[in-house]
Structures are given as structure tokens and as C-alpha cells.
């Protein structure tokens, strides 16, 4: 019981940092740009304690540094930015959508050659978002919202491709978080920027807890799983921001997210449980 405890506890951290986000910045108790500044200053002090506490030194100046630095601050200013407009669930799902799509087209552009059952899922996942950032005069999608958002995806699933390669990945992670940091304030630090009480204590829970600890508990426990199973547990991410983000923010649940939802996250299911090679006729 103790590896899926750990599991769905790590899926929830990373579900709470959407709505955290939301309901901070959604709020009005901060600015976008002070929560991510606030998140990344959080998430590097519990790093560097962690790393402190392994006893393992922070591998600054590393040649992936440069793209795992600012990968992510892309993706932390995206994230925060379309908050401000988006609802905790939606953005999560589009989140989820791009960074899993934008990895498997990645593999295939790299020669991982895809099955039909890996190119019918993909489709399906990518209709499904485009069902959600289409603009229309039913569409409840803000575009620059829906635009920030994909921006954060794709800087996420850099910063994942970018640290495949990285014998440990806690240190590597405080490591960018520290490089991101000065990224951040040179792009998003501006005169208008205020935070309350509210919103700090939110932004520090953000990069203390959900990121910094959520992230270290996630590489305590990815290595136990299998690999199809790691990719298919993630699925449950957004679907666990859209029930928190009804339950504690009172965000509507429209019967276009729940179409949405079911094709994005069915269509990478099928895909990412696909056998590796196809038998003839699959």
C-alpha cells in the first residue's frame, strides 16, 4: 500500500498546484508574476535543505542548465500568467495535453516510431484540446489565457526532455530552480506587482510543498513504477484539478469539459499503453 499511497499523494501535489494558483492569483490577493517569483524562491530553499540534508552538492554549471533553467521559467510565468483567466481544471488539462502530445511527437521526430494505436490515441488527445482552445461563440476559453498555457506546456515538456539525460534529477532540479529564478524577475518583475498575506502563504505552499516536496517525492517514487504506468497514473492530474477546482473554488464543470477531458485524457491512455512494437496488422 505504501507505493500507492505515495503515488496518488504526488498526483495530488501536482493537481494543487493549478489550483493554488487559481485561487490565489483568481483571487486578487497576488499578482501572476509575484506568485511565480514566490513559488520559485519557495521551491529552491526546500530543494537546497533537501539537498543539504542528502548531503549532495548543487550542480550549477552544467551545460543542460541553460535549457532546463529556462524551459522552466517559461513554464512557471505561462502557468501564473494564465491563471489570472483561467479555471483551475481547464488549465491543468491543457497543461496535460501539450506536454504529453509535444513528448510523443518528440519520440517520434527522434525515430521512435509510432503504431496506429499511438497515432489514434495522440489524435484523439489532440482533438480533444483543440475542443477546448478552438475560439467560437460557444467557447468559455480565454485565448490568451489558452495560448499562455500551451506555452507553459511546451516549456514543461523541454524541461522534461532536457533532464531525461540528468543521472540525478533532484539536484538538477534545485539547479534550475536557482538559474530560473534571475530569468523570472529580469521578464516578469514589474512596478505594479502587490501580494497579500493570502497569496504569499499560497505561493509558498505552491514551491515549498506541491513543487519543491512533490517533486522529490515523485523521483522517490518513479523509478518503483513501470513506465507505462507512471505515464498513465499522470492522467489523473487534471481530472482531480477539475473536481478541486468545482469542489473548493465553485469553478463550473461544462459538459464540453467533460467531452474535452475524455478525449484528451482516453486518447493518451490508449496511446501510452500501446505495445513498444506493433505485431503486423496492428
Same mark, same amino acid.
Given at each position: 500500500?505504501? %507505493?500507492?499511497?505515495?503515488? $496518488?499523494?504526488?498526483?495530488?501535489?501536482?493537481?494543487?498546484?493549478?489550483?493554488?494558483?487559481?485561487?490565489?492569483?483568481?483571487?486578487?490577493?497576488?499578482?501572476?508574476?509575484? !506568485?511565480?517569483?514566490?513559488?520559485?524562491?519557495?521551491? =529552491?530553499?526546500?530543494?537546497?535543505?533537501?539537498?543539504?540534508?542528502?548531503?549532495?552538492?548543487?550542480?550549477?554549471?552544467?551545460?543542460?542548465?541553460?535549457?532546463?533553467?529556462?524551459?522552466?521559467?517559461?513554464?512557471? $510565468?505561462?502557468?501564473? *500568467?494564465?491563471?489570472?483567466? +483561467?479555471?483551475?481544471?481547464?488549465?491543468?488539462?491543457?497543461?496535460?495535453?501539450?506536454?504529453?502530445?509535444?513528448? !510523443?511527437?518528440?519520440?517520434?521526430?527522434?525515430?521512435?516510431?509510432?503504431?496506429?494505436?499511438?497515432?489514434?490515441?495522440?489524435?484523439?488527445? !489532440? $482533438?480533444?484540446?483543440?475542443?477546448?482552445?478552438?475560439?467560437?461563440?460557444?467557447?468559455?476559453?480565454?485565448?490568451?489565457?489558452?495560448?499562455?498555457? =500551451? $506555452?507553459?506546456? +511546451?516549456?514543461?515538456?523541454?524541461?522534461?526532455?532536457?533532464?531525461?539525460?540528468?543521472?540525478?534529477?533532484?539536484?538538477?532540479?534545485?539547479?534550475?530552480?536557482? %538559474?530560473?529564478?534571475?530569468?523570472?524577475?529580469?521578464?516578469?518583475?514589474?512596478?505594479?506587482? !502587490?501580494?497579500?498575506?493570502?497569496?504569499?502563504?499560497?505561493?509558498?505552499?505552491?514551491?515549498?510543498?506541491?513543487?519543491?516536496?512533490?517533486?522529490?517525492?515523485?523521483?522517490?517514487?518513479?523509478?518503483?513504477?513501470?513506465?507505462?504506468?507512471?505515464?498513465?497514473?499522470?492522467?489523473?492530474?487534471?481530472?482531480?484539478?477539475?473536481?478541486?477546482?468545482? =469542489? *473548493? +473554488?465553485?469553478?463550473?464543470?461544462?459538459?464540453?469539459?467533460?467531452?474535452?477531458?475524455? *478525449?484528451?485524457?482516453?486518447?493518451?491512455?490508449?496511446?501510452?499503453?500501446?505495445?513498444?512494437?506493433?505485431?503486423?496488422?496492428?
Amino acid at each position: 500500500m505504501k %507505493l500507492p499511497l505515495l503515488t $496518488a499523494l504526488t498526483m495530488v501535489a501536482f493537481a494543487a498546484n493549478s489550483v493554488l494558483n487559481r485561487a490565489a492569483v483568481g483571487s486578487g490577493s497576488i499578482d501572476p508574476a509575484s !506568485f511565480a517569483l514566490i513559488r520559485v524562491i519557495s521551491g =529552491v530553499v526546500i530543494l537546497c535543505v533537501v539537498l543539504a540534508v542528502r548531503g549532495t552538492p548543487l550542480p550549477l554549471l552544467r551545460r543542460a542548465r541553460v535549457p532546463g533553467a529556462l524551459s522552466l521559467a517559461v513554464y512557471m $510565468a505561462g502557468f501564473s *500568467l494564465s491563471y489570472v483567466v +483561467l479555471d483551475a481544471g481547464l488549465g491543468a488539462l491543457i497543461l496535460f495535453g501539450v506536454v504529453q502530445i509535444t513528448m !510523443f511527437g518528440w519520440g517520434a521526430a527522434r525515430g521512435s516510431a509510432p503504431t496506429r494505436r499511438q497515432m489514434a490515441g495522440a489524435g484523439t488527445a !489532440f $482533438a480533444g484540446l483543440m475542443l477546448v482552445l478552438w475560439p467560437g461563440p460557444g467557447s468559455q476559453t480565454d485565448p490568451l489565457g489558452a495560448l499562455l498555457m =500551451v $506555452a507553459a506546456g +511546451l516549456g514543461w515538456a523541454i524541461y522534461t526532455i532536457s533532464g531525461r539525460s540528468e543521472p540525478d534529477p533532484l539536484p538538477a532540479t534545485a539547479a534550475n530552480f536557482v %538559474l530560473c529564478l534571475p530569468v523570472l524577475a529580469v521578464f516578469l518583475v514589474n512596478p505594479d506587482m !502587490f501580494a497579500r498575506p493570502f497569496g504569499i502563504a499560497l505561493a509558498v505552499v505552491s514551491g515549498a510543498v506541491t513543487s519543491g516536496l512533490g517533486y522529490a517525492l515523485w523521483y522517490a517514487v518513479l523509478p518503483r513504477l513501470a513506465q507505462a504506468t507512471a505515464a498513465v497514473v499522470q492522467l489523473s492530474v487534471p481530472i482531480i484539478a477539475i473536481i478541486a477546482g468545482a =469542489v *473548493l +473554488l465553485g469553478e463550473p464543470i461544462s459538459a464540453l469539459m467533460v467531452v474535452a477531458a475524455a *478525449l484528451v485524457l482516453g486518447g493518451i491512455a490508449w496511446a501510452v499503453t500501446a505495445p513498444r512494437h506493433a505485431k503486423p496488422g496492428t
